[in-house]
């Protein structure tokens, strides 16, 4: 949407003077200026104390601010109306009727072109010291408010930009000041150490990036190889479990069936004495039957004295504690302690012959270390930080044998 000599004289009226831009937030200074509470802050910043851009008059280093709310409205309410619907941010070419976007502006005759009328500035030798540069909404962002010329220099001291005028009658004597065009020689000299810079630390990411992505298969590698190795181990000592406890089964059955067959002659011995003892009473009782005196006498004497002998012999008394004999414990005692030994040595042949750390490959990445810290000091720190990562590692790996201990421990809690 074109716009009117009215809005563009509008348009520099509402025009902040530091960022040459319709006013954000203004704030009026005591002297009667406006300005962006933003460019304000930046002018304290840089100078220290606040000189007004406009008519350089000094107000502290703490001045008295005061918001202009009805600039601010009608900044605002201007910023919203000259948004083009077709160019929101497009310049427009001044010469054309039509206004059409713009593709250069020229600092020196202070206009923006199109494609068609830039042409003149091209093929004419009259304008080859004319300067070209991106479109510009606002020629003032270039030039200097004091004197009303093209910034040329830039002062590196106060980092602000100048006329000629500037570096005559400013208050730059004895700044460093140099040309806009040396100044961005400088800068890009600067800008390619930096890239140099960065594509160091670039290629230092990469490399630890494959250096990474090595360990994480390193560690899937480790994962399925100990898993392998647990249920190996696993097999392994459930097999030797299930001997032993096979071996102790039979020995418990063993020593179970020795007592039950002496408990077996135990009960014979005393069944016996039993029937022995019912035979004698049933010749008591057939004797009290008697009532001859003579034939009582008789068999009495015939018989009294087997009676006598029976009754005195000792009975046999089974020997009941036995029972409590530790003959069991003491035949499965030697049997676990093997079996023990057995699983320790078998579990620590299988952990060894799971070797999850290359040697070599430690060696090389110590290496590697060494040449970073030749190239940069500064990793001085990363290498410390390896170095307590191998510590972690090597008491991960003394611990294993704690855990294997554990583990049997477990196991012989679950035996008992």
């Known amino acids: 949407m074109a716009c009117s000599k009215a809005?563009?004289?509008?348009?520099?009226?509402?025009?902040?003077?530091?960022?040459?831009?319709?006013?954000?937030?203004?704030?009026?200074?005591?002297?009667?200026?406006?300005?962006?509470?933003?460019?304000?802050?930046?002018?304290?910043?840089?100078e220290g104390v606040l000189k007004c851009?406009?008519?350089?008059?000094?107000?502290?280093?703490?001045?008295?601010?005061?918001?202009?709310?009805?600039?601010?409205n009608i900044s605002e309410d201007y910023r919203r109306r000259s948004k083009s619907p077709k160019h929101p941010t497009a310049v427009l070419c001044d010469?054309?009727?039509?206004?059409?976007v713009a593709v250069k502006?020229?600092?020196?005759?202070?206009?923006?072109?199109?494609?068609?009328?830039?042409?003149?500035?091209?093929?004419?030798?009259?304008?080859?010291?004319?300067t070209l540069v991106v479109p510009m909404a606002n020629i003032r962002k270039r030039k200097c408010p004091d004197h009303d010329e093209t910034f040329k220099y830039y002062c590196l001291d106060e980092r602000v930009y100048l006329c000629n005028a500037c570096t005559v009658e400013g208050n730059h004597a004895g700044h460093n000041v140099k040309t806009m065009t040396n100044v961005m020689k400088d800068l890009q000299v600067t800008l390619q150490a930096q890239i140099r810079k960065a594509d160091k630390k670039e290629s230092k990411i990469e490399k630890s990036l494959s250096g990474c992505n090595e360990f994480e298969q390193e560690m899937?590698?480790?994962?399925?190889?100990?898993?392998?190795?647990?249920?190996?181990?696993?097999e392994v000592l459930m097999e030797k479990l299930d001997e032993f406890l096979s071996r102790a089964r039979e020995c418990f059955l063993s020593q179970c069936q020795d007592m039950t067959n002496e408990m077996n002659k135990n009960q014979s011995k005393v069944i016996e004495d039993k029937k022995?003892?019912?035979?004698?009473?049933?010749?008591?009782?057939?004797?009290?039957?008697?009532?001859?005196?003579?034939?009582?006498?008789?068999?009495?004497?015939?018989?009294?004295?087997?009676?006598?002998?029976?009754?005195?012999r000792p009975l046999f008394e089974p020997d009941f504690d036995s029972l409590e004999d530790p003959k069991i414990a003491e035949k499965i005692e030697p049997?676990?302690?093997?079996?023990?030994s057995i699983s320790e040595k078998c579990a620590k042949d299988i952990i060894c012959d799971f070797d999850c750390f290359n040697e070599d490959s430690e060696e090389e990445e110590e290496e590697e270390e060494v040449e970073e810290d030749e190239d940069d000091e500064d990793d001085n720190d990363e290498s410390d930080d390896y170095d307590e990562e191998n510590e972690e590692d090597v008491d991960s790996s003394a611990s294993s044998d704690e855990d294997l201990m554990h583990y049997l421990a477990a196991i012989n809690l679950i035996n008992s």
């Open 7 to 46: 809005d563009d004289s509008l348009e520099g009226e509402l025009t902040c003077p530091v960022c040459l831009d319709i006013f954000r937030d203004p704030h009026l200074l005591s002297c009667g200026h406006n300005f962006c509470l933003q460019c304000v802050q930046e002018l304290k910043k840089q």
């Open 53 to 72: 851009p406009e008519c350089r008059k000094k107000h502290g280093s703490n001045p008295q601010l005061q918001k202009n709310f009805k600039l601010a």
């Open 95 to 100: 010469s054309c009727l039509e206004r059409n």
């Open 105 to 130: 502006t020229c600092l020196k005759c202070e206009v923006s072109m199109c494609s068609e009328h830039l042409k003149p500035h091209l093929e004419r030798p009259a304008y080859r010291d004319h």
């Open 220 to 234: 899937t590698n480790i994962l399925e190889g100990g898993e392998q190795t647990i249920e190996k181990l696993r």
């Open 276 to 312: 022995q003892i019912a035979e004698t009473k049933d010749r008591i009782d057939s004797l009290l039957k008697e009532n001859d005196p003579f034939q009582f006498i008789e068999e009495y004497n015939r018989k009294g004295k087997i009676i006598s002998k029976i009754l005195q």
């Open 335 to 340: 049997m676990f302690e093997e079996f023990q």
